[in-house]
């Protein structure tokens, strides 16, 4: 019985000590609070939205009544009034004879350009040096893979060696060959001219061979007028099968979507906005605020506009975007270390030796964990990037011996 009341009392006095250590150690915490501090940086931080909209572009439907149609123009390329956009079929056998055509245009080329050199001993000189300088081009486009360049001077290089390595007699048979491709040439175009023909521009722009039905959804002038309502209902109309690509007819293009009043209570219409978008650009793009709409259920419809990389942006149309309405550069700052003293001043005691040092603040931007504070090089007095601000300590002012 006595040694049961000995362990009961030797446990509460180890609950007794127990409590009065923990006790003891928070009352010692409190009084002599560990000294931290942390580094200041240079900082830049925004605020913003990421959303997804829509890019709008001037643009009109390019179409083609033929059954095949074989585009010979690439995306985002600039065509002029009247440019050949595309070539059509009425069938296969068409198509078969139009490949015929160019296989034969580009050896008669090759032809036409060796008999220009006769044989004479100077000429052949003259065509060691042009195959050598020709040959010196290949391999720079080769280097930067430049295949375009590449296929653009094969018919002059292959006409040298045509003509460097043919004979007397050989020579002067070119002539008999380059009348008889031209003959045959001739014959394949008169019947192409029956089941063949070429889609031209009819006005001048950019071209994409993308069309989604929202060509004439999405338009410049009904983005003037558009509500939050109206986005929110947004739906591509039918692409019907004589679609080929479509024309962008302005240099300037748009980016509309749906932002939180919130975001938006300090913009204006004007304002510069970076956009990051999720695709085709690698770095933000400057855009404009073009319109605000009023507020539709805490919303407002953002309109933004660019001048610039229309060519980039032909394949764009939903997309996903960061959009930065304004940012701020200065140091970045805990927010516990903010202090404000007797006189209403808010700054930040600094650890100068060991001693704590005042210096006064100005806050740019609420960053969440953070501030952002103005970075005023006017004076040493100033906070300044690399100054170890006190984060934690207790009772201090300016001249403290803190260490």
Not at 87 to 114: C, I, K, V
Not at 245 to 254: A, F, H, N, P
Not at 290 to 304: D, F, P
Request: with cysteine; glycine share 6%; net charge negative.
């Amino acid at each position: 019985m006595k040694q049961g009341k000995f362990y009961t009392k030797l446990i509460l006095w180890i609950f007794l000590a127990a409590v009065l250590c923990y006790f003891g150690y928070a009352i010692f915490t409190s009084v002599y609070a560990p000294l931290t501090t942390v580094t200041a940086i240079e900082y830049e931080a925004g605020s913003g939205s990421y959303t997804t909209g829509f890019v709008v572009r001037e643009e009109s439907v390019v179409r083609s009544t033929y059954g095949i149609t074989s585009l010979v123009v690439s995306e985002g390329e600039r065509v002029s009034r009247g440019q050949t956009l595309a070539t059509g079929y009425r069938d296969e056998s068409a198509q078969a004879r139009q490949a015929e055509m160019a296989a034969l245009e580009e050896q008669l080329e090759q032809l036409q350009y060796a008999s220009t050199y006769s044989a004479a001993a100077a000429d052949q000189a003259v065509l060691d040096s042009e195959i050598s300088a020709e040959l010196t081009d290949f391999s720079q486009y080769l280097a930067r893979g430049d295949m375009n360049s590449v296929h653009d001077r094969a018919a002059a290089l292959k006409g040298l060696i045509i003509r460097r390595m043919s004979t007397d007699q050989e020579n002067a048979a070119l002539d008999q060959q380059i009348a008889a491709l031209t003959e045959e040439l001739a014959a394949l175009q008169a019947d192409s001219s029956y089941d063949t023909t070429v889609v031209a521009a009819g006005e001048s722009g950019y071209f994409s061979g993308t069309v989604d039905g929202y060509e004439s959804v999405l338009t410049p002038d009904k983005l003037t007028t558009m509500t939050v309502e109206e986005y929110s209902s947004l739906a591509p109309r039918e692409v019907t099968d004589d679609t080929v690509g479509k024309l962008i007819t302005s240099s300037t293009w748009y980016y509309v979507t749906v932002v939180p009043e919130e975001q938006v209570a300090d913009v204006q219409v004007g304002d510069s906005a970076p956009v990051t978008f999720a695709s085709q650009f690698y770095e933000s793009i400057p855009m404009v605020v073009e319109r605000l709409s009023e507020s539709g259920h805490g919303s407002c419809l953002l309109v933004l506009s660019c001048d610039k990389y229309i060519q980039n942006a032909t394949l764009l149309r939903q997309q996903s975007a960061d959009i930065v309405f304004s940012s701020y550069s200065g140091l970045r700052v805990p927010k516990e270390a903010i202090r404000v003293d007797e006189n209403g001043n808010v700054g930040v005691y600094v650890l100068e030796g060991s001693n704590a040092a005042w210096k006064s603040v100005n806050i740019l931007h609420d960053n969440g964990e953070t501030y952002v504070v103005e970075l005023d090089k006017s004076s040493v007095n100033n906070l300044w990037p690399g100054d170890e601000i006190i984060v934690t300590g207790r009772d201090l002012y300016d001249g403290k011996v803190v260490r």
